[in-house]
């Protein structure tokens, strides 16, 4: 299978994504509704409910299996993108369901019900994990990133940047830094364990340039100076 970005630029509009399945390959496309054309025999689309255990019982989660030869193009929500992971046995990383695009044949997908502490921090109740020789694709906002876990010298995530990280690693909602830095900070992810973290910069990096094209000097030190500014100065 081959995965081909059409469009590469920041116009606000997204992006278009080309795929080209070859005969006896399969993919399982996880946002049907982003398919926008399709080339190859009618039958090669078949498209079923999920069965995902636990989750979003009250929403029907539809997933596309395409069968080559076929090609098809994607598009793709303003800010997002989609990078592509190989699998190479059995993987460890944890994600969130709202980062999947598609996963191909050889690739089995697993529901993780997370635990009572995890569910309050995350407000998911299970993640997704990925086992299989393949690829899966994850949809980002803007670059993605790697760091390592240490089982003593925590890591330090933005809560809303993460994609996936270890099902062995620990997590505490928190915030770091003096007293300053704590007040004007998003909450953090206070990590430890094994293995490798993903997240995403591209949330952070709309923030910032919202900021800086929209607020005049004395609002943004407003924001800053003051306690809770940034929550209450909007």
Known sequence: ?????????????????????????????????QIIAYQGPSSGRA?????????????KLIRSDITGP????AALPPG???????????????????HLFFYS?????????LNMKNMLITRDIVKVKFSGHGSIGILTEGTVCEAELDPFDPLYVDAGSIIAY???ARLELTVYGNHLASQHMSYHWKMTGHGPVLFQAGRQSRRFQRDNNEDGIVKRFLREALPF???FIK
């Open 1 to 33: 299978m081959n995965v081909d970005v059409q469009d590469e630029g920041d116009s606000g509009s997204g992006q278009a994504v080309a795929f080209t399945v070859a005969e006896n390959e399969e993919v399982h496309v996880l946002h049907p509704q």
């Open 47 to 59: 498209d079923r409910l999920m069965d995902v255990k636990g989750m979003y019982r009250k929403r």
């Open 70 to 73: 076929c090609r098809f193009v």
């Open 80 to 98: 997002y993108r989609v990078k592509t992971l190989q699998l190479d046995g059995k993987s460890d990383l944890l994600y969130d369901f709202r």
């Open 105 to 113: 044949k050889g690739v089995t997908m697993q529901t993780r019900v």
């Open 166 to 168: 270890p099902e062995n």
């Open 229 to 231: 500014g940034g929550v």
